[in-house]
């Protein structure tokens, strides 16, 4: 993870304060190992931020699944299997592009294990849990991970300067593949941003970026600017699910109440 952020710099004309990359990302390393809940509390612990925050953000990202897929053998793009679309990947293209095909490829060689690689533009479609889209070259998640992390990075988001390799941001497949890689990432992102750091939510959405917010910080996570009303109504939904404690109800619990199977392929896991 360090070799991959440290090719990927984010400090570039103004957009960061330089300690998101000598401090930050030089700590993200997801070394951890626990339940599902502890790695929540691991991550709250390590970044200084509430751990029922994280535990609800993971809500409205995932329910809760890292990765639900199904099984290798019931996709055509190699190991690991295709997976449960907004329970563990999504934010799909809206059509491919030069850009999304380097991106789909580069990705479709990675995993932490060889068994973990996969090609998502050869996947077939499922009737449970399937891509909002017809599966082809360039066409692939953009996210994964318990708290949806994304892991493409847009060329023109680089520009003036050289696009990231692969199109990617540096955290595939490490995201992907374990939740406390995950979690340590959303948590520094959020100290970052909590600490006045992500210089380039100046002048998006409204009201003035400033260091303190923490739940401006919580919606830029999913909008990409400050207090857009995309971004309140993802605060307003995070908050909810904080202040119900969605993770501690029965039905949250019960698999089969959150996923179906699928005629042909089976049920994912």
């Known amino acids: ?54 535990r609800a953000d993971a809500v409205v ?6 990765y639900l897929h199904y099984p290798s053998n019931a996709s055509y793009g190699g190991g690991g299997g295709s997976c449960y679309w907004l329970y563990g ?23 932490v294990l060889s068994s973990e690689i996969h090609d998502y533009q ?17 066409m692939c998640p953009k996210t994964f ?12 988001w680089e520009a003036p300067f050289a696009p990231y390799p692969g199109n990617q941001n540096g955290t595939f497949p490490f995201t992907r593949d374990s939740t406390a890689a995950a979690a340590d990432y959303w948590g520094a992102y959020i100290r970052g941003c909590y600490e006045g750091w992500a210089y380039w939510l100046k002048g998006t959405g409204s009201g003035t970026y400033a260091a303190g917010d923490l739940w401006g910080c919580v919606g830029s996570w999913y909008s990409g600017d400050w ?25 949250f619990g019960d698999p089969s109440q959150q996923y179906r199977c699928d005629a042909r392929y089976g049920c994912a896991s």
């Open 89 to 111: 990947c999504g934010d799909a293209f809206s059509s491919p592009t030069s850009a999304s095909i380097t991106y789909c490829n580069g990705i479709a060689a990675q995993g």
């Open 1 to 54: 993870m360090a070799a991959s952020f440290a090719a990927r710099p984010r400090a570039k004309g103004g957009t960061y304060n330089t300690l998101w990359d000598t401090w930050l990302l030089r700590r993200v390393d997801g070394r951890f190992i626990g339940t599902t809940d502890q790695i929540l509390q691991w991550a709250a612990c390590k970044w200084g931020l509430p751990d029922n925050l994280l």
């Open 122 to 138: 050869k996947d077939p479609v499922t009737g449970a849990g399937g891509y909002p889209f017809t599966p082809t070259s360039g």
């Open 61 to 66: 990202e995932s329910t809760w699944f890292q």
């Open 227 to 251: 207090h857009s009303s995309g971004a309140n109504g993802y605060i307003a939904e995070v908050q909810n699910n904080e202040n119900s404690h969605t993770w501690l109800t029965a039905s």
């Open 145 to 156: 991970s318990i708290l949806g992390v994304m892991s493409w990075d847009d060329p023109a």
